[in-house]
Structures are given as structure tokens and as C-alpha cells.
């Protein structure tokens, strides 16, 4: 009679157990959710900023690229070469690159005149920005000078 008892008493606690297991309720899993949601849109938002900076290095990295060369033109020109005549105002020209739009601005200035009035020292200035999307612009400078003959 003993071990009949026992059984019922093993037998409760078992179902008072399983009975205090309930699972996952909806309102847990609805907050779950939210939270991942949240966490989820955080991440996208981190992933869209970084496409648009990417983009924009991209951009200055070709303004660079287009602004060299257009430096390196210059550089290799004669001193008395009708490209790199002295100008009152800046030349603007746009240029096309990688599906990329850009305006050049070269501004040539002359300083140190000889003699008959020609410039001996020549300041080059290559300005690059970007057209859309707009952007930082990039600036390159450098000086040149011509042969001249002198008393010292």
C-alpha cells in the first residue's frame, strides 16, 4: 500500500513540473522580434552611410586622378606655350569620368615681369569639382618659371 502512494506523489510532481514550464509566450516573442527589428535597421543604416562615403572617396579619387593630369599637361608644356598664357580670368571647362561629371577651373597668373613685360614666374592653379553628385573639390598648385637671363 506504501508504494501506491508513492507513485501518486512521484506522479504530481511530475505534472506540477511540466505545468511550470509554460514555453515562449506571444508578448516574448513579439518583443524579441521588435529588438531584432530594431538591431536589424541599425544595420542597414550603418550599410547605407558606408555606400555613400565609399562613393564620395570614389569621386575624390578620380577629381585627384583628373586633376594630375591635368597638372602633368601643364608641367610638360613649354614656358612660352600659348596653353599656358597668362590669363585675366579662370578657364572652366567640364569633364566626363566613370559615368562621373566634373568642372576643371585653371586659373594661370604671372608675377616677376622682365623687361619687355612677360611674366617670369607663373603660379598654376587646377581646381576639380565634382558636379553630381556635388562634392569636395580638389586643389592642386604649383610654380613655374621661365629661363631668363640675368646680372647676377
Known amino acids: 500500500m506504501k508504494l501506491k502512494g508513492l507513485k501518486k506523489r512521484v506522479g504530481s ?28 535597421l541599425g544595420v542597414v543604416t550603418a550599410f547605407t552611410y558606408s555606400i555613400g562615403y565609399n562613393s564620395l572617396g570614389n569621386d575624390r579619387g578620380l577629381a585627384i586622378s583628373i586633376a594630375q593630369q591635368q597638372m602633368e599637361q601643364l608641367r610638360t608644356a613649354q614656358f612660352t606655350d600659348a596653353v599656358l598664357n597668362v590669363t585675366p580670368t579662370a578657364v572652366t571647362s567640364n569633364f566626363l569620368s566613370n559615368g562621373r561629371s566634373f568642372q576643371i577651373t585653371k586659373t594661370i597668373t604671372g608675377s616677376n615681369n622682365d623687361n619687355n613685360g612677360n611674366p617670369t614666374l607663373k603660379s598654376i592653379t587646377i581646381r576639380i569639382d565634382p558636379i553630381n553628385p556635388a562634392g569636395f573639390p580638389v586643389v592642386l598648385q604649383t610654380l613655374r ?5 640675368g646680372s647676377h
Open 145 to 149: 618659371t621661365g629661363m631668363t637671363k
Open 13 to 40: 510532481r511530475a505534472t506540477a513540473q511540466k505545468s511550470a514550464e509554460r514555453g515562449v509566450t506571444l508578448v516574448e516573442t513579439a518583443v524579441a522580434l521588435v529588438i531584432l527589428m530594431v538591431v536589424g
